[in-house]
């Protein structure tokens, strides 16, 4: 028996307008876009079953999110963050880091398609769909579930609450003293965190002690609630 099988490479996003993903892509819209999509083309979206799933967050912000992302992003859980390769402008819009079921994307969504309103986006990109599964996700049919949805979103938000962000204010603060100055400059540089790769609870020490830091003396615009 011969069997088929069908593959659709895309983003419903992107679809919605047109080939843009910078714009508010609801709840109703998804729904649309499945519906649309699955009509179209014959297809059941219990049986269209994800091998890689990409989604994220646009937040508007008043600053520029790539001079941001310059300054203050340092890594991942310990993992370095890379600078996105040039794109057809040869201008890189931000950063990502790789890991073994997934990537995240940080970026400037409103250099990339040269926008007067900044817009930062932050992206989980599955390229396995172990952590989706866990959560129930496998096929297009649970992107219409609201409850899985939010899942995913507690996902990424979770993900974001883990990237160690620097915070210059604090370093610049009079009252810190010498010590923990060298010690919060020394943060910035990922092959300080890059000695403690495989000591978990000792970069969990350290991570604190910098978070504190942070609080105490910086602005705490950069420190996620543990």
């Not at 009509?39 to 989604?55: D, M, Q, S």
């Not at 992302?69 to 890189?92: T, V």
């Not at 129930?136 to 609450?161: F, M, S, V």
Request: with cysteine; glycine share 4%; proline share 4%.
């Amino acid at each position: 028996e011969t069997k088929f099988y069908l593959s659709i490479f895309g983003s419903l996003h992107k679809n919605h307008f047109n080939g843009v993903n910078f714009n508010r892509f609801t709840f109703n819209d998804i729904l649309f876009q499945i519906d649309h999509l699955c009509t179209k083309l014959h297809l059941n979206p219990n049986e269209c079953r994800f091998v890689n799933l990409e989604y994220g967050f646009n937040l508007l912000v008043r600053f520029s999110p790539i001079e941001y992302l310059k300054e203050n992003l340092l890594n991942y859980r310990g993992n370095q963050f890379y600078r996105f390769a040039p794109g057809n402008n040869n201008i890189s819009i931000g950063y990502y880091c790789p890991t073994t079921q997934y990537r995240l994307k940080i970026y400037d969504k409103s250099l990339q398609h040269n926008k007067a309103q900044h817009l930062l986006r932050i992206e989980n990109s599955y390229k396995k769909m172990a952590i989706p599964n866990r959560m129930g996700i496998r096929t297009l049919a649970d992107l219409t579930n609201p409850g899985l949805l939010q899942k995913l979103q507690n996902e990424l938000l979770r993900t974001w609450q883990q990237v160690l962000l620097f915070d210059v204010t604090a370093v610049q603060n009079p009252a810190l003293p010498e010590k923990d100055k060298l010690f919060l400059h020394a943060c910035k540089d990922h092959n300080f965190w890059k000695g403690f790769k495989n000591k978990r609870s000792t970069r969990q020490k350290k991570k604190e002690r910098y978070l504190s830091l942070l609080l105490k003396y910086g602005s705490n615009i950069n420190v996620h609630s543990e």
